[in-house]
């Protein structure tokens, strides 16, 4: 994995704005370069990788279609991976863009967007095709969501699946299995994940087209 | 093939083939039209992919089609992105987002619930305090407003079992009580103004119910659009959520009313009528809402109709219903 060190069971990416830091998070010297620590239970992303994910297809020149974006503390994550690539943030709450819109002033990687991912039409005019989808929108129809974004996806993509948005009186496990039906049906999944303990009830899954 | 014409953020470009035949930058990025219009006629047949802009034009659409797959595939070639035109958008969006009435009720009246609250606490805290003085007073006086105007303003004159404390500690509480009538009054004020303003935002609704429970409503649904499109099933509950999923989860009884239950005419109404008063109240609200929302116009009928049914259930159900075996 490009720009993601691990040390001591913590990770930590190259922070792409040196001594500026996003949520506070703590900032660390390592050869000579200073890394952003990345916390696992703000970013399901760096749960996900902390749970054995095997491999993050991101490279240095990717570009990224990240779906609920919200404030931007795993987009900026992303930036830092992709450092010459783009990451496309879409998301629909005003209140949340707001911090988000702050982390893009000082990352020219980073494009937001401010729209609801059901409707990619609404969009598909502010990005370009995308070598990884990222998604973690908390909706019911989150999967299907994912789906409708494919058309822009050339390559990989991961969904972070809360089964207690999707349906509370069913069992998680449950729940889980039937979007990964869901996925399979459009994409090879590669890997599956529960994200305990960093965050409840979520799964996590690594897919290809 | 087929041609097509697809922009983005920055410019508009006629594709056939996997190949650009012309394109054109916007010089006003905030109104693209102009150059799409020009280059639209010089290729009339071409296909777009954004719907709006095709109704506009009078043209054809396909979403996703080939020559936006095509730009979307090869935009660094074409040009060079910088995310500046992305953040004014988004900040342009954000702005108008915040513009819109509902937004500024909802955080008066999450201001409202806090200060109700905190005057609670204040209030108790004047009656425990100045208690330690003038207990007697305490227990005469039940209305807090008028408790804390005699804290203010009046002396001790009468025997007390209270403490004699000294004139420094009884000026505390005196600015105590003052500080808290100040917020007392500005509770009213906000009131006045959250009213006045609904009731210009929602007549219909306003007519149904208190405008301050018009006004809650719209703060649980999270907007004056989501109140208008949720079911009046939802509506009936808003504000009884732990107990929904505690019903759904654990299959308790279901609640029969959520914040609507503040309104008179269900929380004075005999238990077993409660629920029915409740369920047509929450239709009629679903029903009111829509037509302010959508249409803006008065319309008696809504408000007449649901008296109509209250009655009907007051009457049909006067008697308290056997306990089934």
């Known amino acids: 994995m490009e720009n993601i060190i691990k040390k001591d069971e913590r990770i930590y990416t190259k922070n792409l704005v040196p001594r500026e830091?996003?949520?506070?998070?703590?900032?660390?010297?390592?050869?000579?370069?200073?890394?952003?620590?990345?916390?696992?239970?703000?970013?399901?992303?760096?749960?996900?990788?902390?749970?054995?994910?095997?491999?993050?297809?991101?490279?240095?020149?990717?570009?990224?279609?990240?779906?609920?974006?919200?404030?931007?503390?795993?987009?900026?994550?992303?930036?830092?991976?992709?450092?010459?690539?783009?990451?496309?943030?879409?998301?629909?709450?005003?209140?949340?863009?707001?911090?988000?819109v702050n982390i893009c002033e000082k990352r020219k990687n980073m494009f937001p967007i401010l729209e609801d991912a059901n409707y990619p039409e609404r969009y598909a005019h502010l990005i370009e095709n995308v070598d990884f989808i990222y998604q973690d929108i908390a909706q019911p129809n989150q999967t299907e969501i994912l789906i409708k974004n494919s058309i822009f996806l050339k390559g990989y993509g991961a969904l972070c699946i809360k089964a207690r948005s999707i349906d509370v009186t069913l069992h998680p496990e449950k729940i889980f299995k039937r979007e990964k039906k869901k996925l399979e049906e459009h994409f090879e999944v590669l890997e599956s994940l529960r994200l305990e303990p960093y965050a409840k009830d979520h799964a996590f899954f690594l897919f290809k087209q | 093939m087929k041609e097509y014409l697809v922009f983005n953020a920055f410019g508009a470009f006629a594709v056939k083939d996997k190949k650009v035949l012309e394109h054109k930058f916007f010089k006003d990025l905030k109104n693209p039209i102009k150059e799409i219009k020009e280059l639209y006629e010089k290729y009339p047949d071409s296909v777009f992919e954004n719907r709006e802009i095709a109704e506009r034009l009078n043209a054809k659409h396909e979403f996703p089609n080939e020559g936006g797959i095509f730009l979307r595939d090869n935009i660094d070639s074409i040009m060079k992105l910088d995310n500046e035109?992305?953040?004014?958008?988004?900040?342009?969006?954000?702005?108008?987002?915040?513009?819109?009435?509902?937004?500024?009720?909802?955080?008066?009246?999450?201001?409202?619930?806090?200060?109700?609250?905190?005057l609670n606490f204040f209030f108790e805290r004047l009656r425990e305090w100045y208690g330690l003085y003038f207990p007697e007073l305490c227990d005469r006086i039940e209305n807090h407003a008028e408790f804390a105007g005699i804290v203010k303003n009046e002396e001790r004159k009468e025997k007390s079992m209270g403490a004699d404390l000294e004139d420094t500690d009884i000026e505390m509480m005196k600015s105590f009580a003052d500080k808290t009538l100040e917020?007392?009054?500005?509770?009213?004020?906000?009131?006045?103004y959250?009213?006045?303003?609904?009731?210009?935002?929602?007549?219909?609704?306003?007519?149904?119910?208190?405008?301050?429970?018009?006004?809650?409503?719209?703060?649980?649904?999270?907007?004056?659009?989501?109140?208008?499109?949720?079911?009046?099933?939802?509506?009936?509950?808003?504000?009884?959520?732990?107990?929904?999923?505690?019903?759904?989860?654990?299959?308790?009884?279901?609640?029969?009313?959520?914040?609507?239950?503040?309104?008179?005419r269900i929380h004075t109404a005999p238990r077993w009528q409660r629920g029915k008063i409740a369920?047509?109240?929450a239709s009629k609200i679903a029903i009111a809402a829509r037509l302010d929302f959508y249409s803006g116009e008065f319309d008696e009928s809504v408000s007449e109709a649901f008296e109509i049914r209250l009655d009907a259930i007051r009457r049909k159900y006067k008697e308290r219903p056997k306990k089934r075996r």
């Open chain 1, 21 to 100: 830091t996003v949520y506070n998070e703590k900032l660390i010297k390592f050869e000579g370069m200073e890394y952003r620590y990345w916390d696992p239970f703000r970013s399901k992303l760096s749960a996900a990788i902390l749970n054995g994910l095997h491999d993050l297809p991101l490279k240095k020149n990717s570009k990224v279609l990240y779906l609920g974006a919200a404030s931007g503390t795993t987009p900026s994550h992303v930036s830092d991976i992709v450092e010459n690539g783009r990451v496309y943030c879409v998301e629909f709450s005003p209140r949340a863009i707001r911090k988000l």
């Open chain 2, 194 to 264: 959250i009213k006045e303003n609904i009731e210009k935002l929602t007549p219909n609704l306003s007519n149904l119910i208190n405008p301050l429970l018009v006004a809650k409503l719209i703060s649980l649904a999270g907007s004056f659009k989501n109140l208008a499109m949720l079911p009046a099933s939802t509506i009936q509950v808003l504000g009884a959520e732990p107990a929904l999923f505690r019903h759904l989860r654990k299959g308790a009884k279901p609640p029969k009313h959520g914040i609507i239950f503040q309104d008179p």
């Open chain 2, 279 to 281: 369920r047509s109240m």
């Open chain 2, 85 to 118: 035109y992305y953040i004014n958008l988004v900040k342009e969006k954000i702005k108008k987002a915040s513009e819109s009435k509902d937004k500024v009720i909802i955080q008066a009246v999450q201001a409202l619930e806090q200060v109700d609250q905190s």
């Open chain 2, 183 to 192: 917020m007392y009054n500005f509770r009213e004020e906000l009131v006045r």
